[in-house]
């Protein structure tokens, strides 16, 4: 089976459940595993990735969809029998009805297949769904209990430690709290998100929204940017009035994390998603279950 995959995590998904050798094309966005940098890239992006935090937004809302297009010319050239996509937003993939019209206009129509995961429970049966075409459905479970055994983990750890106010916030500028699986990753790592709920969308949000929830673990991991860039939109929060009287702040409780790779994407890497969020929460019991790159807790002075 020739596949196509239109999402980072699900291009995660295949390769963790090891079919990668089945792709034979990918998104632009598509930088994990490494591997995946050889194949064709059948997108591109409307979006300009070097302007600010709210320069972005605006373009988002302005055009309010189709903000990426799909090559046709290579998308035939790579002949998929399975198109993987998703219906979860515009602002992160290649629309579907999109992909839809162009795949029914290739030769040889392929399969395509869209998922729209809204929370953890909705991720993992995206892992046995997708394995479930591959063969791989084994591997698939292996997965999900992969992270379910580091769930078990940090709970044990945290049994009757505190439970703190966590806010994760997935953009700056304007501040949006961070929904979906996030909510239940902040509970599994012991906190109590104070923004977001389970299952719901990631919305927009006042900074006075994060100033009320007097946050005691603050979690930056801006949608789309990496580590460096999340320096970047912590430096310009730490200059908005309220930022030094955050409880957060004044703890040396504030996080940030490359949310390219984690928290945004429903793939297999939540499950160092979670470890982040534990060393975040409880440094002093989880700090050594967090991945060595990609996050980092901000000292602050105040």
């Given amino acids: 089976m020739r596949v196509v995959s239109l999402l980072p995590s699900l291009t995660e998904l295949v390769c963790d459940l090891g079919r990668g050798d089945r792709l034979v094309g990918v998104t ?35 055009q309010g969809g189709g903000l990426y297009d799909l090559d046709r010319d ?36 392929p399969r395509v297949e869209s998922v729209n995961p809204k929370d953890l429970a909705g991720v993992f049966s ?34 009757g430690r505190p439970e703190p106010r966590v806010v994760l916030l997935e953009w700056t500028d304007p501040p949006f709290s961070s929904g ?34 007097r946050p005691e673990v603050l979690i930056v991991a801006p949608c789309g940017f990496d580590l460096g ?35 945004a994407r429903p793939g297999p890497r939540l499950e160092a998603s979670l470890r982040i969020a534990a060393a975040a929460i409880d440094p002093e019991t989880c700090a050594d279950l967090a991945p060595p790159a990609g996050w980092e807790r901000r000292i602050v002075t105040v």
């Fill in 28 to 62: 632009h966005e598509c930088d994990f595993p490494p591997t995946v940098a050889s194949l064709p890239h059948l997108t591109r992006s409307r979006i300009p990735h070097d302007g600010t935090s709210a320069e972005i937004d605006a373009l988002v809302s302005e």
């Fill in 126 to 159: 995206v892992f046995r769904r997708v394995g479930a075409f591959l063969d791989a459905e084994t591997e698939a479970d292996d997965l999900v209990g992969r992270f379910e055994s580091t769930a078990r983990e940090v709970a044990r750890r945290r049994r």
């Fill in 229 to 263: 860039r999340a320096r970047s939109e912590v430096d310009a929060l730490s200059r908005l009035p309220g930022w030094d009287d955050l409880p957060a702040v004044r703890s040396g409780m504030v996080s940030l994390a490359d949310g390219s790779s984690f928290f």
């Fill in 180 to 213: 979906h699986w996030n909510p239940e990753l902040v509970a599994l790592a012991g906190g109590r998100e104070q923004l977001a709920k389970p299952g719901e969308a990631s919305r927009r949000v006042s900074w006075q929204d994060v100033l009320d929830a």
């Fill in 74 to 109: 290579r998308l035939a050239e790579a002949r998929p029998d399975l198109i993987l996509t998703q219906t979860q937003c515009d602002v992160c993939a290649v629309n579907e009805a999109r992909v839809r019209d162009l795949a029914a206009g290739l030769p040889h129509p």
